[in-house]
């Protein structure tokens, strides 16, 4: 597959010159991955982080009562990673699944260091990455505080309308912190 995305969405997050976005695209690997396949298992330390260039994916865990809660969802030029088992070294409390059949370019624990000692504009794009996500985390936190379910549907629907093609219901509901009975009334409402 043609690292076309990639190559935008390093452009996207930090402008830099078509030749230094080249380089770093032709550090990744690709890799097509089959619907179902688990990017990251729960247990087990994140070794590698994907740029999903096409598909969809979700990432859970369970809460105490053993129930199965989506806690991000990933689709077309999206990284899907876990943060703190990737960087810490340590197990992934969460897992990350194929949702749909994916293209996905990939990096090592191992490459990524070494991009960042030697590429400097990769290093800036990690320092860019990590506050988009820190805000987009945040931003997270307080919508599930400050608005409505509803509102977080039309959220959803707005900025990832992929994730509904491949994502079943009660796992958006999960995601989105309603019921499966809260979402279908929200999406009757809707319609």
Request: hydrophobic fraction near 40%.
């Amino acid at each position: 597959m043609n690292p076309e995305i990639l190559i935008q969405y390093l452009q996207k997050i930090l402008p830099m010159s078509l030749e230094k976005a080249e380089l770093i695209a032709s550090t990744f690997h690709y890799k097509h991955v089959s619907k179902g396949t688990f990017l990251i298992e729960e247990g087990k330390i994140c070794n590698t982080s994907h740029f999903i260039a096409v598909g969809c994916a979700r990432m859970y865990t369970y809460d105490i009562d053993g129930n199965d809660v989506t806690t991000m969802v990933f689709s077309n030029a999206m990284f899907a990673n876990d943060f703190y088992s990737f960087f810490k070294r340590i197990p992934a409390l969460e897992s990350v699944v194929t949702m749909s059949d994916c293209e996905t370019f990939y990096l090592s624990f191992e490459e990524l260091q070494n991009n960042f000692h030697t590429i400097p504009e990769f290093r800036e794009f990690g320092r860019m990455m990590l506050i988009n996500g820190s805000a987009g985390l945040k931003q997270r936190m307080l919508s599930m505080i400050q608005q409505t379910g509803e509102q977080r549907y039309t959220h959803l629907m707005e900025t990832n309308p992929e994730v509904f093609q491949h994502i079943p219901l009660k796992n958006i509901a999960t995601y989105l912190g309603v019921t499966d009975t809260s979402l279908s009334i929200i999406r009757k409402n809707l319609i």
